[in-house]
């Protein structure tokens, strides 16, 4: 079993940056992808980057390229999302999430394990 622990959420204006931080604890060595999802109001969750924990190799949505970097700290089995440029569209509760399979890292259902969420805000 993996717990997931987000913080770094809150209210930013539009042009700000947010620090997402996610602490896995448990059983980490069965994860090997670690994946952020957002979910708006009245929306579907939405993919936004992932990153391997061996080699580090990153994926990206299209709407996160060039804004967002996820990066990870092996040591503290913590992943980062560091989000700059941020935009009203970009309001939404942000989830970490851990596979145990590489799958299609894109899709919600290649995850096993999901943190609480934390909100992000961007007022314009």
């Known amino acids: 079993q993996v717990q997931l622990v987000e913080s770094g959420g809150g209210l930013v204006q539009a042009g700000g940056s947010l620090r997402l931080s996610c602490a896995a604890l448990?059983?980490?060595?069965?994860?090997?992808?670690m994946g952020w999802f957002r979910q708006a109001p009245g929306k579907e969750r939405e993919f936004v980057a992932a990153?391997?924990?061996?080699?580090?190799?990153?994926y990206y949505a299209d709407s996160a390229k060039g804004r967002f970097t996820i990066s990870r700290d092996n040591a503290k089995n913590t992943v980062y999302l560091q989000m700059n440029s941020l935009k009203s569209g970009d309001t939404a509760v942000y989830y970490c999430?851990?596979?145990?399979?590489?799958?299609?890292?894109?899709?919600?259902?290649?995850?096993?394990?999901w943190g609480q969420g934390t909100q992000v805000t961007v007022s314009s």
């Open positions: 448990g059983r980490t060595f069965s994860s090997v992808i």
């Open positions: 990153i391997r924990w061996s080699g580090g190799n990153t």
């Open positions: 999430a851990a596979a145990s399979s590489y799958g299609l890292r894109n899709r919600a259902s290649t995850y096993e394990f």
